[in-house]
């Protein structure tokens, strides 16, 4: 049986799901008292409308945006016979669109990745398709065992390959870091020829069901992780913090913890790697020390605003922004007082302590990443639209609430805009936006 931190994980997700459903039965009654807020109207730069309804996390690479145009969801409604997915180029300077791929009628299971000149992106069944950067044809098919397919999605590049996790937390194999050597690709044989290469375990560690689940990280050839394990109790809830050598594969540090879960995510700044989760924490990049850390006290659950994270954070003028999972129905269902539940944080980036935070009216669980721009922060949020503060007071500048926004993990950001995804719940497309802070 597995242990009751996973259980208690599933309950959650279950919980979080109604509170957000709940949120959007009740939006028609909070819509009065949320239109006595600021009204912002967005400076719209352009629009274009894409099939991105059902999408991991666009990949930026300068001035373009890497679409993964699909809708899973009308396959399941009945308008489509198959899963299929395109991958689109767009040029982030004017909205138009440079190139769409041809239709791989499979299941994307990992966010795009550039190298060089070329897009890898992995889909059901352990397959990676390569993409070429120029044209957007396919210029490589690549199959391998299923077991070792990217199910986080995990996949980042460093020196020049692939890595990824094979979590599943079944038990069938030693789970942890793979590697993909690119280089084994034979582009000649074109697409028609699907070549089987497998990818090889560089990390694992020496318990079953301990994998990577949190989106791996790298800087200078390191590639940086936090394992997940699915049965603390049995493993003693050891959670380790690798840092191995991309080309040598050899580990430069592991440090273990029994604070954090490993679900949150990991970001560098400077020769700093911070981790938002239900703790916030920062390590040293070379000796893997834990130089600062924020739990929760839960003795002052009543005195003190829960600053855990459940986004990326976003670093500026010496503040973190972020968000997490809270919601308008927390206070009630935990019997925290309602001005301690924030689902919008900012806390100062070296003593991490609260700055200022907000929980808008009627508002669902949180995780999209701010952006800071202007002296603005701007919040994309589940049902109450685009929000926009003053970044160092938390006033409430004004909320678009026309706009559904739909968030990015990382919202994008080239030449003075920020881009942001309006949904269409109706007709099951998005319209990306481009929108001048």
Not at 48 to 76: H, K, M, R, W
Not at 168 to 186: A, M, P
Not at 332 to 361: E, H, R
Request: net charge negative.
């Amino acid at each position: 049986m597995k242990h009751n931190k996973l259980c208690s994980e599933i309950i959650f997700v279950i919980i979080c799901f109604i509170l957000v459903s709940c949120t959007g039965c009740i939006f028609d009654e909070k819509k009065k008292k949320s239109s006595e807020e600021p009204v912002y109207e967005p400076d719209v730069v352009w629009k274009l409308e894409t099939n991105a309804y059902d999408t991991y996390q666009p990949t930026q690479n300068g001035q373009f945006l890497y679409l993964i145009e699909c809708n899973y969801t009308s396959v399941n409604e009945g308008l489509e016979q198959e899963y299929k997915f395109s991958m689109t180029k767009v040029d982030l300077l004017d909205g138009h669109i440079v190139w769409t791929s041809p239709e791989i009628f499979r299941v994307n299971k990992s966010p795009v990745v550039v190298i060089n000149d070329r897009l890898y992106v992995q889909t059901s069944g352990g397959y990676l398709y390569v993409i070429g950067d120029d044209d957007g044809k396919i210029d490589a098919v690549v199959s391998f065992t299923r077991i070792y397919m990217d199910r986080g999605p995990t996949m980042i590049s460093c020196g020049g390959n692939l890595f990824w996790s094979n979590i599943n937390g079944e038990g069938v194999i030693n789970e942890g870091l793979l590697k993909f050597d690119v280089s084994k690709i034979d582009f000649t044989l074109g697409p028609e020829q699907v070549q089987h290469i497998e990818p090889r375990l560089v990390w694992t560690d020496d318990v079953a069901d301990v994998g990577i689940l949190m989106r791996p990280v790298a800087k200078d050839g390191i590639v940086y992780f936090q394992t997940y394990d699915f049965w603390q109790e049995k493993h003693g809830s050891i959670i380790k913090t690798v840092a191995i050598d991309a080309d040598s594969e050899v580990v430069k540090w592991q440090t273990p913890t029994t604070t954090m879960n490993g679900d949150g995510h990991m970001q560098i700044f400077d020769d700093r790697l911070y981790f938002f989760e239900n703790v916030i924490s920062c390590y040293d990049l070379e000796t893997g020390k834990c130089l600062k850390e924020k739990c929760r006290d839960t003795e002052k659950l009543d005195t003190e605003v829960y600053i855990g994270a459940d986004s990326p954070a976003y670093y500026s003028d010496g503040k973190f922004y972020y968000t997490n999972n809270t919601s308008w129905a927390t206070s009630s269902i935990a019997g925290i007082p309602q001005n301690m539940v924030k689902n919008i944080i900012c806390i100062d980036a070296k003593t991490f302590a609260y700055v200022w935070g907000d929980l808008p009216k009627g508002c669902g669980s949180l995780n999209s990443k701010p952006v800071v721009a202007n002296g603005k922060t701007f919040v994309a949020t589940w049902g109450r639209g685009l929000r926009v503060y003053n970044s160092e007071t938390g006033e409430l500048i004004g909320a678009a609430e026309n706009i559904n926004t739909h968030p990015f993990a990382d919202p994008p950001q080239y030449n003075g805009c920020i881009y942001y995804f309006d949904a269409d719940h109706k007709n099951l497309k998005k319209t990306l936006m481009a929108i001048k802070p």
